[in-house]
Structures are given as structure tokens and as C-alpha cells.
């Protein structure tokens, strides 16, 4: 029996969707000041500051190009954390949304496959509804992610600039040195309450 359930979010958790889009960003549009993204109040880009003609049409332009998802770079650590989560008994899970995007939903597969193997692949589950999965924990850079719903899981924020603002959660950063006992502390808690 595993020793509890653990979802894993991909963009903003595992892979750096931000600092690939800015990359793409500076090349499209230099003269755009995208680096306010960083200290952006909220997770939608539409929230930064410093107003960006057509910011809605060039994000959408980005991240439909072909190769985007499978070339974001990985945020330190969290490929080295999934890892040895799973090496301790812990069921993993890589949830992840592609939109209606039938290359995102290939690439990230090719994404987890190139890192971690086939034996993930299998622990990949891509949905827009992040609430319908079961676990224990939900580790996930976004804080509307439960859209209201009843979940299964707590969700523990992954540590961003844009969500500093929530402070109702436990959060971690692959970087913590306690990321660990954030998630063992958490999965005891709600398997306590179950
Ligand atoms: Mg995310």
C-alpha cells in the first residue's frame, strides 16, 4: 500500500513555463517590458502593472507554438523531489492541464518521458479539472485551482512571486530545505481528518 497520494502540478511546479515564455518573449518583442512578470500581483499575466498591448493574443501565440511544452526548461530540483517521493512509497502523480491543445498534451508526455521514463508516463494524468482527481495533497503554483469545487486533496502552494498573496495553505519551494517535512506534515494531517 502507498503511503498516500501526491499530486504534482507540471508548469510552474516541474517546468519553468514563465522563463521560457519570456525567452520567447524578448525575441517576438523586445521592446514589450515582460520582465515585470516577475512581481506580477496575481497568477494572469493580465495582471502585471505596466500595460502590454495584446498581451492576451502573444501569450496565446507563444504557447501554441510547436516544440513550447517540450523545450520549457526544469525549475531545480523538482524532477530529484518527484523522484525520491516515489522511492519513498508515495504514490506520485503529474497533474497537469493542456488546455484544448492536442501538442501540449503530447509534449508533456514527451516532457516527463525524456526525464523520468516510461514507468511515468503511466503517472501522468492531464485534465483541465483538477478537482475531479483524487489525493492527498495537490502541490500547485496556482490558487484558484479548486475553482470552488469539494477536493480530496489540500493544496500546497509552489512558491511564486504571483502567489504570495495566499497564506491560508502550506507552501514549499524544491529550494526549502524542509520541502519534505511540508509534505509529510500535510499528507499526515489530512489522512488524520479522513
Ligand atoms: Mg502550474
Redesign the pocket.
Known sequence: MSKGRILV?????LAD?ELEMAHRWHIYWPDDDIDQYKQRPKFKYSSMKEPIDNINEKFEKIWSEPGFFESLPEIEGGIEAVTSLLDMGYDVRVVTSAGNKRQAFTEKANWIYKRLGDNWVRRLVVTNEKHFIDGAVLI???PEIARGHNTTWQQII?DQSYNQYVNDRPRLSWSDEDWLDTIESTVAQVQAER
Not at 502540478?9 to 511546479?13: I, L, P, R, S, T
Open positions: 502540478d507540471m508548469d510552474g511546479v513555463f500547485d503554483d496556482r509552489y
